[in-house]
């Protein structure tokens, strides 16, 4: 089954512990993205990669860094994790591009306290 | 830079009526895509159709119907006969040609009461 999948889904963890959210997806997609929702701003883009070693800003970077080694996965890491990055975080992949239809994971609640 | 501005926030209707949500975009790009996902209380994200800046063409998929107005950077997307199983999170959003972040709308919460 084609599927992006987040690990873990649920965190509760406290400031300055740093942890990693871990994405992976079997579709060979190019294009991996990080993404956070919070109430009332929607989705938005914290890091993406067009492919394998090839990793950019999207609108909000501050406080995250991410890798890309191999194509299938892409982890989030949260180097030292602030209560401001408390949210709900999905990663998502397609075939090339943002212009191509994502294929999102079923998401990660992280709590920082 | 790119926008994308749904206005309504939260919409309620019961079930059986139409309802329309809103979407009106910015760029300066004319080459240029045009997404609506769907996040039901589950919390996923669904893909649900994808539109490209040459292709004006109105598209129906069921109760579903999607209206692409350039004139008016409009990419509005209307329910019909709404049911239950459409509460959920609509989004839109836009991406542009080259490397850049597609950019979401903050999202409309439409809940269709029985």
């Known amino acids: 089954e084609a599927q992006v999948t987040q690990n873990p889904r649920y965190l509760i963890t406290v400031t300055g512990k740093k942890l990693t959210v871990t994405c992976s997806q079997n579709m060979n997609h190019e294009y991996m993205s990080w993404y956070r929702q919070d109430p009332g701003l929607g989705l938005r883009q914290i890091y993406y990669?067009?492919?394998?070693?090839?990793?950019d800003k999207g609108d909000v970077p501050e406080g995250y860094k991410v890798s890309r080694k191999e194509k299938r996965n892409f982890p989030l890491i949260l180097e030292s994790p602030s209560p401001n990055q408390t949210s709900l975080y999905f990663c998502a992949s397609s075939s090339f591009g943002p212009n191509q239809p994502q294929h999102f994971g079923d998401g990660t609640r992280l709590s920082i306290l | 830079a790119q926008k994308v501005t749904q206005a309504q926030t939260e919409i309620s209707v019961v079930e059986k009526e139409d309802v329309t949500l809103d979407c009106v975009y910015e760029?300066?790009?004319?080459?240029?895509?045009l997404f609506w996902y769907k996040q039901p209380p589950s919390g996923e994200l669904v893909f649900l159709i994808r539109?490209?800046?040459?292709?004006?063409q109105n598209e129906i998929s069921g109760r579903y119907s999607w209206n692409f107005q350039k004139s008016t950077s409009s990419f509005n997307f209307t329910i019909t006969a709404s049911q239950v199983v459409d509460s959920a999170v609509y989004f839109c959003a836009l991406s542009v040609s080259g490397n850049t972040p597609l950019v979401f709308g903050k999202g409309t919460r439409l809940s269709v009461i029985a």
């Open positions: 539109r490209n800046s040459f292709d004006e």
């Open positions: 760029t300066r790009d004319t080459t240029y895509y």
């Open positions: 990669s067009m492919n394998v070693e090839v990793t």
